[in-house]
T-cell receptor
Framework: DQQVKQNSPSLSVQEGRISILNCDYT??????FLWYKKYPAEGPTFLIS?????DKNEDGRFTVFLNKSAKHLSLHIVPSQPGDSAVYFCAATLSGSARQLTFGSGTQLTVLP | EADIYQTPRYLVIGTGKKITLECSQT?????MYWYQQDPGMELHLIHY???????EKGDLSSESTVSRIRTEHFPLTLESARPSHTSQYLC???????????FGPGTRLTVL
């Protein structure tokens, strides 16, 4: 049973417009959420995170929104740039010392020039 | 910037060979992790470590083994590689009190 789901395997956006990547989770115990970006043949790069006590966190062009009642989070990238083209993974973690991450299956973002 | 290294980056090997995938980090992180990822799929945790001499199996069953003799080093070993082991293997580390994990570049393993 997949606890973190990214239902859109791909997304294409025009350069300069907003990219919105979505993620749903089923485990209400998750208390910390992260977004990673991954280029081919490289490891994932940490982008931005949000704690369950917040509903928004912003860092430059990247903003993550958390809707706990809907068990949904989204990553907004604005303005989108061609260099943002990559696979984006959302991840979630449970309280506790282990802090293991559960990943979604990823969304391939393509930003068209 | 994260300093975590994996070698080799690519490995093609025959069935039955013993292999060790290396992972080192220079950040002094206590926690280290190994993930396995197939193309288009999510990352699956196969091993993790809280610190020296501590190793645990992850969510995904794996025939590989790990060791943590030094804080900075977390190698993964397959005693007898099989084609079903073909995958990308990603190593990560994090601070004890933090949640963000920092990943190495990965090793893409192909077993013929």
């Amino acid at each position: 049973d997949q606890q973190v789901k990214q239902n859109s395997p791909s997304l294409s956006v025009q350069e300069g417009r907003i990219s919105i990547l979505n993620c749903d989770y089923t485990n209400s115990m998750f208390d910390y959420f992260l977004w990673y970006k991954k280029y081919p043949a490289e490891g994932p790069t940490f982008l931005i995170s949000i704690s369950s006590i917040k509903d928004k966190n912003e860092d430059g062009r990247f903003t993550v929104f958390l809707n706990k009642s809907a068990k949904h989070l989204s990553l907004h990238i604005v303005p989108s740039q061609p260099g943002d083209s990559a696979v984006y993974f959302c991840a979630a973690t449970l309280s506790g010392s282990a802090r293991q991450l559960t990943f979604g299956s990823g969304t391939q973002l393509t930003v068209l020039p | 910037e994260a300093d975590i290294y994996q070698t080799p980056r690519y490995l093609v090997i025959g069935t039955g060979k013993k292999i060790t995938l290396e992972c080192s980090q220079t950040m002094g992180h206590d926690k280290m992790y190994w993930y396995q990822q197939d193309p288009g799929m999510e990352l699956h945790l196969i091993h993790y470590s809280y610190g020296v001499n501590s190793t645990e199996k992850g969510d995904l069953s794996s025939e590989s083994t790990v060791s943590r003799i030094r804080t900075e080093h977390f190698p993964l070993t397959l005693e007898s590689a099989r084609p079903s082991h073909t995958s990308q293997y990603l190593c990560a580390s994090s601070e004890t009190s933090g949640s963000a994990q920092y990943f190495g570049p990965g090793t893409r393993l192909t077993v013929l």
